[in-house]
């Protein structure tokens, strides 16, 4: 009893009026945010018919999920999410790879022609994919790998932003830790995996998740590179949700959620890595 008596339960605190205007900003923030996918929702579980009424109107007058099934009966929905899937996870490996690699070489390796080779690759960040899609596409077609999975994956492999943010980092690493392995006896290649790997975790967890959601949402690249159904992307397939009628509204919000899915997920579930690697990309004010 005694021990009891000495627990205390200290009275919350009034809130403060800054603590107030925040939280209402915030609410109304992710009000603005989550309200397009709300709508989505609602959307995907109405019929075709009232979907397109107007005025349109936020809660379906009959719930069906017709346009749910109708996208997994009559699309390819499964063979388009297993196309993404593959591509994403394989523009992600590589560019962790090459990003890693290729910043850790600049940030601690002399050579000739260093400063010239970092500019060159800087100077990718001034240039718009966009502009290069052309001389991507025929570089592509001379090779043959137009309609297949490298055509897809390799010209995304380009990460110029990639290897600055992990080159930075690579600077603000001090250099006593390697130079105490080389001391020790490892070699570059050991240091790097044993000693400059496991410090760069987050950053690489954060480059990861990007590049992830940037290939993953990539909509103009697997277009021009493939005509093959069998081949589409998410982005690219959801875009084929129509019939003589025009679009189907219904199934394309359904596909929209689903191609959203694991975006969303992989926020969640990864959020704090998100976040840890941003604040380690600035690291010494870098």
Same mark, same amino acid.
């Given at each position: 009893?005694s021990?009891?008596?000495q627990?205390?339960?200290?009275?919350? $605190?009034?809130?403060?009026?800054?603590?107030?205007?925040l939280?209402?900003l915030? @609410?109304?923030v992710?009000v603005?945010?989550? /309200?397009?996918?709300?709508?989505?929702?609602?959307?995907s579980l109405k019929?075709?018919?009232?979907a397109?009424?107007?005025?349109?109107h936020?809660?379906?007058?009959e719930?069906?999920?017709?346009?749910?099934?109708?996208?997994?009966?009559?699309?390819n929905?499964t #063979?388009w999410?297993?196309?993404?899937?593959?591509?994403?996870v394989?523009v992600?490996?590589?560019?962790?790879?090459?990003?890693?690699? /290729?910043?850790? =070489?600049?940030?601690?390796?002399?050579?000739?022609?260093? #400063?010239?080779?970092l500019?060159?690759?800087?100077a990718?960040?001034m240039?718009s994919?966009?502009?290069l899609g052309?001389?991507?596409?025929?570089?592509?077609q001379?090779?043959?790998?137009?309609d297949?999975?490298?055509?897809?994956?390799?010209?995304?492999?380009a990460?110029?932003?990639?290897?600055?943010?992990?080159y930075?980092?690579? *600077?603000?690493?001090?250099r006593e830790?390697?130079?105490?392995?080389?001391i020790? =006896?490892a070699?570059?290649?050991?240091?790097?995996?044993t000693?400059? @790997?496991?410090?760069? $975790?987050?950053?690489?967890a954060a480059?990861?998740?990007?590049?992830?959601i940037a290939?993953?949402?990539?909509?103009l690249?697997?277009?021009?590179?493939?005509?093959?159904?069998?081949?589409?992307t998410?982005? #690219?397939g959801?875009?084929?949700?129509? #019939?003589?009628?025009?679009? *189907?509204?219904?199934q394309l919000m /359904?596909g929209?959620?689903m191609?959203?899915?694991?975006l969303i997920?992989?926020f969640?579930?990864?959020?704090r890595?998100?976040? /840890?690697?941003?604040?380690?990309?600035?690291l010494?004010? *870098?």
């Amino acid at each position: 009893m005694s021990t009891a008596a000495q627990i205390r339960v200290k009275p919350r $605190r009034p809130w403060t009026p800054s603590q107030i205007v925040l939280t209402l900003l915030g @609410v109304a923030v992710s009000v603005v945010f989550l /309200a397009p996918l709300v709508w989505a929702l609602f959307t995907s579980l109405k019929s075709e018919t009232e979907a397109v009424e107007v005025p349109p109107h936020w809660l379906p007058k009959e719930w069906t999920a017709q346009a749910w099934s109708a996208i997994f009966e009559t699309g390819n929905i499964t #063979n388009w999410f297993v196309n993404s899937l593959v591509v994403s996870v394989c523009v992600t490996t590589v560019v962790l790879t090459v990003s890693a690699l /290729a910043g850790y =070489g600049f940030a601690r390796t002399e050579f000739r022609g260093k #400063n010239v080779l970092l500019g060159v690759v800087m100077a990718g960040l001034m240039i718009s994919p966009a502009v290069l899609g052309v001389p991507l596409f025929t570089t592509v077609q001379q090779m043959g790998m137009v309609d297949t999975y490298w055509g897809m994956i390799l010209p995304q492999c380009a990460p110029a932003a990639m290897v600055y943010i992990l080159y930075k980092f690579f *600077q603000g690493i001090p250099r006593e830790l390697e130079e105490a392995a080389f001391i020790d =006896g490892a070699g570059r290649w050991r240091v790097f995996f044993t000693i400059v @790997v496991p410090l760069a $975790r987050p950053s690489l967890a954060a480059v990861g998740i990007f590049t992830f959601i940037a290939s993953w949402n990539n909509f103009l690249w697997p277009y021009m590179v493939t005509n093959n159904p069998d081949l589409m992307t998410m982005p #690219n397939g959801i875009a084929t949700v129509m #019939n003589s009628y025009g679009i *189907q509204w219904a199934q394309l919000m /359904a596909g929209g959620l689903m191609a959203g899915l694991p975006l969303i997920i992989v926020f969640v579930f990864f959020q704090r890595q998100i976040v /840890a690697g941003v604040a380690h990309t600035g690291l010494a004010g *870098q």
